[in-house]
């Protein structure tokens, strides 16, 4: 076994924008398998949560992520938690949902990636 822990860090929001569906896109140059998740946002944010779509299907979807003091996370079971690790082929788009954001927040969302075989 070859793997890979890969770190992919998306970040978007400004002034006099509001996140929403599919607000930022990634495209797989290699097979990953999607161990972790972490958001957060530039301020507290009521309701806000995250969803990653594999070419526009939720794969992974709800993710808390209302208090910028908190992150919210999603964990599989190679990290700890309880959900299964999700598998992203080669050349999907991968993109991001922010769900009931307020005007003006930024958000950062990195995905905790394996790589390798």
């Known amino acids: ?6 770190e992919i860090a998306l970040e ?12 930022k ?5 290699i097979p ?3 161990v972790g998740v972490v958001c957060s946002p530039s301020a507290n944010d009521a309701d806000l949560t995250v969803d990653i779509n594999d070419d526009g299907s939720g794969v992974i ?18 990290i700890g938690g309880t959900n299964t690790p999700v598998r992203i082929d080669k ?8 769900n009931s954001a307020a005007a003006n927040t930024r958000l ?3 995905l905790l990636c394996l790589t390798g075989e």
């Open 12 to 23: 978007a929001g400004e002034v006099g924008v509001t996140l929403g569906d599919a607000y």
């Open 108 to 110: 950062r969302v990195a």
């Open 61 to 78: 979807t709800a993710i808390a992520c209302a208090t910028a003091a908190t992150p919210g996370t999603w964990k599989s079971t190679h």
């Open 32 to 34: 990953l398998t999607v």
């Open 1 to 6: 076994m070859n793997e890979r822990l890969v």
């Open 91 to 98: 050349d999907s788009v991968i993109s991001l949902d922010a």
């Open 25 to 29: 896109y990634y495209t797989t140059l």
